[in-house]
């Protein structure tokens, strides 16, 4: 397993669509590894795969204590979003800078892990907010988007 170059902002292939993976060969599950020990070496807790420039639809996360339960999401899809909740996020590729975000509550979404199998998976809170983050790199989307301009 090795580090992976992390994507600084401004840098535009962070503004890249990601693509669906067709096939979870060993090169998809090598980047997952790569992508977990990117996000644990960073103290991160959520990594999406276009931010070390592989423009694909993967999220690795994990907000557990102990940095030891990885959730892998291939080809993540939102079910359903309701609620609103605000929390300060920060960005691997944005270093040292945060923002208070407006997200929704709950998600639900469908995905596929590395077995290739698909699964629900619902959500609240922060891992709600994780989830809505990382799946918004895979449209180009980060979240100094949602800041709103300085009124004078």
């Known amino acids: 397993m090795s580090v992976l170059s992390i994507l600084n902002y401004p840098n535009k292939k962070l503004r ?5 993976i067709s096939l979870i060969d060993s090169e998809i599950k090598s980047l997952i590894k ?3 020990e990117t ?3 960073n103290e991160g807790i959520g990594l999406a795969a276009t931010q070390v420039d592989v423009h694909k639809r ?3 996360i994990d907000i557990s204590k102990n940095k030891n ?4 999401l291939i080809n993540p899809v939102f079910i359903n979003k309701c609620g609103a909740q605000t929390f300060e996020e920060g960005c691997l590729s944005i270093p040292k800078k945060t923002a208070f975000v407006n997200r929704s ?3 639900k979404i469908k995905a596929i892990n590395c077995l290739g199998e698909e699964f629900l998976l619902k959500s609240k809170g922060l891992l709600a907010t994780c989830i809505q983050h990382e ?6 989307k980060l979240f100094i988007d949602y800041i709103k301009p300085l009124k004078n």
């Not at 890249?16 to 669906?20: F, L, R, T, W």
């Not at 799946?135 to 180009?140: S, Y």
């Open 58 to 60: 993967i999220i690795v």
């Open 69 to 72: 339960k990885p959730l892998i």
């Open 39 to 41: 996000m644990y070496f």
């Open 105 to 107: 509550k709950k998600v």
């Open 16 to 20: 890249k669509i990601a693509s669906n």
């Open 34 to 36: 790569n992508m977990l």
């Open 135 to 140: 799946m918004d790199h895979l449209i180009g």
